[in-house]
């Protein structure tokens, strides 16, 4: 009898630890630099934090602070997540210039077509070469672009020439660098930034998506945005949603496990959908301003104009240990292969 007992006990003790590590709940911080009004808050993060609540029955809460509420300037964002100050971050690798070389490739001028293939690109990359090399320092749930970078400004922007001397706001190094070699004057800063800067005569312009161009009430502070024809992109910047390796590493397996199904390639998708949707809408606020559209002519005397970005960038490259002209090909195959 005491033997039953003692084996009855014991068969409820591991079922109770069971129901136990079974209902454990946890909560993750999320923390960015934009509004609330910014379609990867509203569109992307918000609907992620639904999915990822209903999957796991709501025993994984995510929290969403924007607008760098939790401190430190955009620059820090993906330190918070490598350091543990926050469980996970929504950044531009950019933000931290010379820091993920390899990433860069996907924001060379005119490479990207299509954001969406693109995007899945860039995961792909991460998922074969960056996860265990630039990223090793936090486990990346996502990574994308954004849709075709547009040039925004006080006056038109009508041909090439028209760039010279404008000081121009740019997010991140190769972006500034190709402003410079545009005949620009390149100012680097992060998105909030912009509106104060504008105001003050800082800068006359910025190049900046159209999807979030409504959250800091872009076309109301300036009137004429330039666009590329057809399927060029003057430029994109990379995104990721980095997160802690230890609060990774520490959830419950079944948890873990849930939040891996949510994330990846699909959730990579899911935003650059989300920000194709943000140009369309983002675009239409600007009715009734100057919107310019270059002509194919015009747009290959800029793609022209640009090359000396990528030879200074490969030559970055190979003192960074890796072959830039053979990323380059592996970047337009992995878009090519997702289109």
């Not at 038109?156 to 410079?180: I, M, S, W, Y």
């Not at 939040?259 to 009734?288: H, I, M, P, W, Y």
């Not at 960074?320 to 337009?332: L, N, P, R, S």
């Amino acid at each position: 009898m005491k033997s039953f007992l003692k084996t009855s006990f014991a068969a409820l003790a591991v079922l109770g630890a069971a129901s136990v590590a079974q209902a454990q709940e946890v909560t993750l911080s999320v923390h960015h630099f934009m509004s609330q009004k910014a379609p990867l808050h509203a569109k992307f993060l918000v609907p992620f934090a639904e999915n990822v609540a209903k999957a796991s029955d709501g025993r994984i809460k995510i929290e969403i602070f924007d607008s760098m509420s939790l401190g430190g300037r955009p620059g820090d964002l993906y330190d918070q997540a490598v350091d543990g100050a926050v469980d996970i971050a929504l950044t531009l690798p950019g933000y931290t210039s010379g820091r993920f070389n390899q990433t860069e490739v996907f924001e060379l001028p005119f490479i990207m077509q299509d954001s969406v293939a693109t995007s899945k690109a860039f995961y792909d990359l991460i998922e074969s070469d960056l996860q265990d090399g630039e990223y090793e320092e936090t486990k990346i749930l996502a990574g994308w672009v954004h849709g075709p970078g547009v040039v925004h400004t006080e006056d038109p922007v009508n041909k090439l020439e028209d760039l010279a001397g404008k000081e121009l706001r740019g997010p991140t190094r190769l972006v500034t660098d190709l402003l410079g070699e545009l005949g620009a004057t390149p100012v680097g800063m992060p998105l909030p930034k912009i509106p104060e800067n504008l105001s003050k005569g800082v800068i006359s312009g910025a190049v900046i998506p159209w999807e979030v161009a409504p959250s800091i009430k872009l076309q109301e502070l300036v009137k004429n945005h330039t666009e590329m024809s057809g399927d060029r992109a003057l430029y994109t910047a990379t995104f990721v949603l980095a997160m802690n390796w230890d609060v990774y590493e520490g959830l419950p397996d079944d948890l873990r496990a849930i939040l891996d199904e949510q994330t990846g390639k699909a959730l990579s998708e899911f935003a650059a959908n989300a920000l194709v949707e943000g140009d369309v809408f983002g675009r239409s606020k600007a009715e009734g301003n100057n919107i310019i559209q270059l002509d194919e002519a015009e747009v290959a005397r800029w793609i022209e104009a640009s090359k000396p970005v990528y030879d200074r960038w490969i030559e970055r490259a190979k003192g960074e240990g890796f072959d830039g002209a053979a990323a380059i090909e592996q970047a337009k195959a992995l878009i090519a292969e997702n289109q």
